[in-house]
């Protein structure tokens, strides 16, 4: 693991601002960045899911039987990567609470 040197000066506002010391500051901002992550991803696939009124997997699946329709693949396709950055960041949330 590497070192972090921080000036006095830093060190000051994050007290200032109530954290104990930089591994706080640092723990907190991870969280706020995955959890907004989450967030996101969370808000692309609930936009699919109302959009076509079913889960993915069904749609998929309908997808699979039908004729080829491109803007129908590519909104498959992003649902289909919303989910899977939406597990991976809860994942990794999960990895940061156990970390700490």
Not at 5 to 26: K, M, N, P, T, W
Not at 41 to 64: C, I, L, M, T
């Amino acid at each position: 693991m590497g070192t972090l040197v921080v000036s006095e000066e830093i060190l000051e506002i994050i007290r200032e601002l109530g954290f104990a010391d930089i591994r706080e500051v640092l723990v907190e901002h991870l969280m706020t960045e995955i959890l907004c992550r989450i967030s996101d991803f969370q808000q692309e696939a609930s936009h699919f899911e109302d959009k076509y009124g079913r889960p993915f997997e069904e749609v998929k699946s309908q997808y699979e039987k039908g004729q080829e329709d491109f803007e129908f693949y590519d909104d498959l396709m992003a649902w289909q990567f919303a989910i899977e950055g939406l597990e991976y960041w809860k994942k990794r949330l999960e990895e940061l609470k156990s970390a700490i």
